[in-house]
């Protein structure tokens, strides 16, 4: 299996600021990595999908990079909507994996 | 507008099958992209543990293999999750995804608590 390592575990963030989130995979991918937001008893919701392809109705204050076994997605200009916890997936080989999740708080 | 619900008891006894269904509107299950069973768990692990393919053909998560078993009822739209002698490990929130690579639909989740 394909181990995630995602990082922080949790962000306290000011409004307005940019925030970044990492995720480092065992091996390479090639860009098979998706970003989604969770917010309590929803469900989860696609933000970024192929590294960097932002979902048709996500702002663009999202955004994503990476290749090979380092990714990242950031939120510029954090909004007070943006609470919530972020998760990356893996989707390049079965059995599909998902990092362990950062909670986003507003200082 | 594609919508996923899933369905079914939020308490098994442990030793016992867990059994949930995942009802598709807005979209044939049969027409395209894998049927998919992901949970979380209470510590916010998530865990990816199998599909459904349009055709029928199935894929599961080897740490569940010999547990699982995931089927479909196409005159219903719907799909089906079977986890046997769940333990109270099992104790998650599952939801059933639509994989158009990646997860791009998902159901609202139902929490399962596997306990005597």
């Known amino acids: 299996d394909i181990q995630m390592t995602q990082s922080p575990p949790s962000l306290s963030a000011s409004l307005g600021d940019k925030v970044t989130i990492t995720c480092q995979t065992s091996?390479?991918?090639?860009?098979?990595i998706a970003w989604y937001q969770q917010k309590p008893g929803k469900a989860p919701r696609l933000l970024i999908g192929?590294?960097?392809r932002l979902v048709s109705g996500i702002p663009s204050r999202f955004s994503g990079s990476g290749s090979g076994r380092d990714y990242s997605f950031s939120i510029s200009n954090v909004e007070s909507e943006d609470i919530a916890s972020y998760y990356c997936l893996q989707y390049d080989n079965s059995p599909f994996t998902f990092g362990s999740g950062t909670k986003l708080e507003i200082k | 507008e594609i919508q996923l619900q899933e369905s079914g008891p939020g308490l098994v006894k442990p030793s016992q099958s867990l059994s949930l269904t995942c009802s598709v509107t807005?979209?044939?299950?049969?027409?395209?992209?894998?049927w998919s069973w992901i949970r979380k768990f209470p510590g916010n692990k998530m865990e990816w543990m199998g599909y459904i393919s349009y055709s029928g053909s199935t894929n599961y998560n080897p740490s569940l293999k010999s547990r699982i078993s995931i089927t479909r009822d196409t005159s219903k739209n719907q799909f089906f999750l079977q986890l046997n002698s769940v333990t109270t490990e099992d104790t998650a929130t599952y939801y059933c995804?639509?994989?158009?690579?990646?997860?791009?639909?998902w159901g609202q989740g139902v929490m399962v608590t596997v306990s005597s």
């Open positions: 091996q390479n991918i090639n860009k098979y």
């Open positions: 807005g979209y044939t299950i049969t027409s395209g992209y894998d």
């Open positions: 192929f590294t960097s």
């Open positions: 995804a639509r994989r158009r690579a990646p997860f791009d639909y």
